[in-house]
């Protein structure tokens, strides 16, 4: 009977306004791109990302995230660079600058970056899966400073499967007749970054101007419900520093704050550690929701693995055994052959 009763809780959420927002990531500072369209071709290779979230474990239609993203840099001369590490054998970061290794040079222009990124997200009966690609200008402001601006656009489908709404007394047979209803809507995001070799600040705002669309039952010539869903523009704001105690150490103190449109303000605090560039550790807090611990391996030039664990500390931590997230990292045309991501920490 306790399943049920949970199931129809997260079923409800679809079922009563249709409100949908986009998925919680734990490892967001390690994907920037998932929330600011900027980030596309921060890097100096293809930086290609696949996630899986497992939102509170054992707890029945909880969220369930899948995603594959990939940006890259078009036209970016090497030595515009906010950290490239040609010296393979030691991994020393270096900032290039303008002002000094190239002094007297002409003012090099800024590059471009593009990138997509594939989105599943299941929540009880509710599934959004979502195709976006974006567009970004990274334009230098000093010898090791730039300014990127970015937007994306796609599309995401919206999906009801009644079959999943499990009722255990005097279900609505004419709700559960409606079957699968689906609804595509496109969707428009922008951000900007600020960045150098040790800090960003990053804003952005997604799901912008459209805001209800109606499902529909290609089964059916007339729904026994009229549905209406209805998207809310989220907002991020980000910050990081990245403090060197010495050549084998660095602290990554960073944040994030989200405001959803008909929801109160969240924030995140995080803080990281990174050993020699390899292995890295850290821990962040979720205002009301959650405790993260979090734990990574820049592996090679060519793959990084980084895992996370969600202890809640909201009133579903009586049900649920906590969050799984799992990201996986690979660096395509990696020509420096770079381990540890020079801008996304």
Not at 244 to 252: G, M, Q, R
Request: aromatic share 12%; net charge positive.
């Amino acid at each position: 009977m306790q399943k049920y009763i949970l199931t129809i809780i997260f079923t409800s959420f679809s079922l009563v306004g249709f409100a949908q927002s986009k998925p919680q990531y734990s490892q967001y500072m390690m994907n920037s791109y998932l929330i600011n369209p900027a980030v596309s071709g921060i890097e100096d290779y293809i930086d290609v990302k696949t996630g899986y979230r497992n939102q509170w474990t054992d707890f029945p239609g909880a969220p369930v995230t899948y995603y594959v993203s990939a940006n890259m840099p078009i036209g970016k001369p090497d030595r515009t660079s906010t950290g490239a590490t040609p010296n393979i054998s030691k991994n020393i970061r270096r900032p290039l600058s303008l002002s000094t290794e190239f002094r007297g040079a002409p003012r090099v222009p800024g590059h471009h970056g593009v990138g997509i990124v594939f989105v599943s997200d299941h929540i009880g009966a509710n599934t959004q899966n979502s195709l976006t690609t974006s567009y970004a200008y990274h334009i230098p402001i000093s010898g090791t400073m730039k300014l990127a601006i970015g937007a994306s656009g796609g599309i995401t489908q919206y999906g009801l499967d009644f079959s999943k709404i499990q009722v255990k007394d005097n279900p609505d047979q004419a709700i559960l007749a409606s079957g699968q209803l689906t609804a595509i809507q496109p969707n428009i995001n922008v951000g900007a970054w600020l960045y150098s070799r040790h800090f960003f600040l990053g804003i952005s705002a997604n799901q912008l101007i459209f805001d209800n669309f109606n499902y529909q039952n290609k089964a059916q010539a007339v729904s026994p419900y009229s549905w209406l869903g209805t998207t809310y523009t989220h907002y991020f704001l980000t910050a990081g520093y990245r403090y060197e105690i010495n050549d084998e150490w660095a602290i990554i103190p960073s944040t994030m704050i989200k405001r959803v449109n008909q929801a109160p303000i969240s924030y995140d605090i995080n803080l990281k550690a990174i050993h020699k560039d390899r292995f890295w550790f850290g821990a962040s807090y979720r205002h009301k929701d959650a405790v993260v611990g979090l734990l990574g391996v820049n592996i090679s030039s060519f793959i990084n693995l980084g895992y996370s664990y969600d202890f809640t500390l909201s009133d579903i931590r009586e049900r649920s055994k906590g969050s799984h997230e799992v990201v996986v990292g690979i660096m395509l045309n990696n020509r420096h052959r770079i381990v540890c991501p020079q801008n996304i920490w």
